[in-house]
């Protein structure tokens, strides 16, 4: 069983920055694509970025520019670095485990909360 362990939430200015990480559990980390989505409240999840296997990034026009998603291999780690941060950003964060052959379902981390907020 994988596990998604999130950290890095918290209240923040708008303007601020934070960092979210995202540790799991797998020895398969480094074949894995591996995600970060969003929900505000009343709202649907939607994806916030993704990054490949081979490191290739994919964002949501509303964070281009923004946020960068990256990974460690060698700590098993999927990262969300979050600049500029806006007051539309307040949501819950989740990361995420697409489907794969090699895992055969999806995984979630349970969230953490992000508010921007003067």
């Known amino acids: 069983q994988v596990q998604l362990v999130e950290s890095g939430g918290g209240l923040v200015q708008p303007g601020g920055s934070l960092r979210l990480s995202c540790a799991v559990s797998t020895t398969i980390f480094k074949l894995l694509p591996m995600g970060w989505y969003r929900q505000a409240p009343g709202k649907q999840r939607e994806l916030v970025a993704n990054i490949t296997n081979d490191d290739t990034t994919n964002y949501a026009d509303s964070v281009k520019g923004r946020f960068t998603i990256s990974r460690d291999n060698a700590k098993n780690t999927v990262y969300l670095q979050m600049n500029s941060l806006k007051p539309e950003d307040t949501a819950v964060y989740y990361c995420?485990?697409?489907?794969?052959?090699?895992?055969?379902?999806?995984?979630w981390g349970q969230g953490t909360q992000v508010t921007v907020s003067s």
């Open positions: 995420h485990v697409p489907f794969t052959l090699f895992l055969k379902k999806t995984y």
